[in-house]
């Protein structure tokens, strides 16, 4: 049922009314961000109990490509609201060739994180090497999935480029950027 097949029979979203793009694609994002907060609070926790573990596996990681992986991820969503813009003002042309650039980006930062995790593979670290590795693998790991099934959706939404859409594709995407701005330091850059 759609927001305006809600609205016809009374049966408003309430807040959701005023996020761009679906309501439901919100409900998606509070789910989403609801999983990744408990990843990252197990992290957290671990971390703590684990400090030397956590320590010795954070030295492992390049944080320098996860860094390059952040401007690259950041420049896309970018590129998303660009599109989102052009989308709103009725140009679908301009919008696809900025939601091809956020796409594009996010094909960059998975062959980045593909080439991360081949050196840590490389280097012996695996999902059962340490409570760290296990926690890394699979946090990055899902956000990994979420980048790819961003792509999707923005291909999906680009086809018509009308702006409901794409409005709808970019906030699933910002989603994936919001998340990425929260992992890196947590992950890379604060020590235990």
Same mark, same amino acid.
């Given at each position: ?9 009374? *049966? !408003? ?39 030397? @573990? ?15 992986? +952040?401007?690259?991820?950041? +420049?896309?969503? #970018? ?18 060739? #900025? ?6 980006? !996010? @094909? ?25 590795? +296990?926690?890394?693998?699979?946090? *990055? ?10 792509? @999707? ?11 409901? !859409?794409?409005?709808?594709? +970019? ?8 998340? #990425? ?8 850059? @604060?020590?235990?």
């Amino acid at each position: 049922m759609s927001a305006t097949d809600c609205e016809q029979q009374g *049966t !408003g979203w309430g807040i959701l009314e005023d996020l761009p793009g679906d309501p439901m694609i919100w409900v998606l994002i509070f789910s989403e961000l609801a999983a990744f907060g408990l990843f990252l609070g197990a992290f957290v926790i671990a971390r703590a109990l684990h400090p030397a @573990v956590f320590a010795a596996g954070q030295a492992s990681l390049d944080a320098q490509l996860a860094g390059i992986n +952040t401007i690259v991820l950041v +420049t896309s969503g #970018w590129a998303a609201a660009r599109g989102a813009a052009a989308a709103r003002a009725g140009e679908s042309r301009r919008a696809r060739g #900025w939601l091809f650039g956020a796409m594009a980006l !996010g @094909v960059v930062f998975i062959a980045v994180k593909l080439f991360e995790y081949a050196g840590e593979i490389a280097l012996g670290n695996g999902l059962e090497t340490s409570p760290f590795f +296990t926690l890394y693998f699979l946090l *990055t790991g899902f956000h990994l999935l979420h980048v790819g099934l961003g792509i @999707v959706i923005l291909a999906v939404v680009s086809r018509g480029a009308r702006a409901a !859409g794409v409005e709808t594709g +970019t906030a699933f995407w910002h989603m994936v950027d919001l998340l #990425w701005i929260v992992m890196f330091p947590i992950i890379y850059l @604060v020590h235990p």
